[in-house]
């Protein structure tokens, strides 16, 4: 198959993401001033959108939405040229994060993750991989028993029929809950895993990104360590190939950074850059997200 000529498919989470950007630090027990925003996001979603932003042109989306929201996020994916295949749950709320982002645009999470790790073997279907020259899984997926046993059909079933798997862990706070051994043992046989720097060293117990890098990359084939404004280093077969710089930009929001850097690296990577280059076009891709409020591409946002 030729990769250019394949789709993108992403399983993974949509989540309705209400952003409170606050510039001086919390007041316990009083209020603090904030710029409040309801915004669609979700890590596999993002990374959808921003895969379209950076040139693929066929991107879908496999999640699960309550049905509160399920009207609002098809309509927003599709509005960013993502073709969501989105599960109603009746029985759910679609996954809320509530994303606190203080004066240096670093952002902490309140996650609850609703109908988005409900996702189920039953929503799965080989038959969604016709036509795919690449499948994203969501590391989100892995953190609770439905969606992991999903996502781990989903990449046999890719690797069966020949399409490379990529990654991404999600979150250090998840991983250190779910386990490690758990998380690599559910994410094995995947060709590219794509962890930020907190990430990669939950998952190695490295503190250095090289070691941790070189040594995720003897587990999986290729390895990109995300460094936020340092930019990436890129790790295959156990040693660093690469390291890439991020572009220099005035942060207003890192919410969903490492997903417009996952987005625009696998449309790269379709295309057929190699990995060095497909890892610039990601940095260049989270540098722009950070400038943004949010976790989507600035002209494929729906607001509230």
Do not use: Q
Not at 17 to 24: I, L, W
């Amino acid at each position: 198959m030729n990769p250019a000529a394949g789709a993108l498919l992403v399983v993974g989470d949509v989540v309705t993401d209400v952003v409170a950007r606050h510039r001086t630090p919390l007041a316990p027990a009083t209020d603090t001033a904030a710029e409040i925003r309801t915004l669609p996001g979700g890590a596999g979603a993002n990374a959808a959108c921003w895969a379209v932003r950076s040139g693929c042109h066929d991107v879908r989306l496999l999640g699960r939405v309550g049905t509160d929201a399920a009207a609002w996020h098809d309509r927003a994916l599709r509005h960013a040229g993502v073709r969501p295949l989105l599960v109603p749950d009746a029985d759910a709320a679609t996954a809320t994060v509530i994303a606190l982002v203080d004066s240096s645009a670093e952002r902490t999470f309140l996650t609850d993750s609703g109908a988005a790790l409900r996702l189920s073997p039953g929503d799965w279907s080989a038959g969604l991989l016709d036509g795919v020259a690449r499948l994203h899984l969501s590391g989100y997926l892995f953190f609770a028993a439905p969606s992991r046993e999903t996502a781990r059909r989903a990449l046999r079933d890719a690797r069966d029929a020949g399409v490379p798997v990529s990654v991404d862990p999600a979150s250090a706070g998840f991983l250190a809950e779910l386990g490690v051994d758990g998380f690599l043992a559910a994410a094995d046989g995947a060709e590219i895993l794509l962890p930020n720097v907190d990430e990669a060293r939950t998952l190695t117990g490295r503190d250095a990104p090289e070691v941790a890098a070189v040594e995720l990359s003897r587990r999986f084939p290729l390895v990109v360590v995300t460094l936020g404004a340092a930019g990436a280093l890129v790790a295959e077969d156990g040693a660093v190939t690469a390291r890439v710089s991020a572009p220099p930009v005035r942060p207003v929001d890192s919410t969903g950074a490492g997903d417009a850097f996952t987005g625009a690296f696998l449309a790269a990577r379709l295309a057929g850059a190699d990995p060095a280059k497909a890892a610039e076009a990601g940095c260049r891709a989270g540098a722009e997200a950070v400038t943004v409020v949010g976790g989507r591409p600035p002209d494929g946002v729906l607001g509230d």
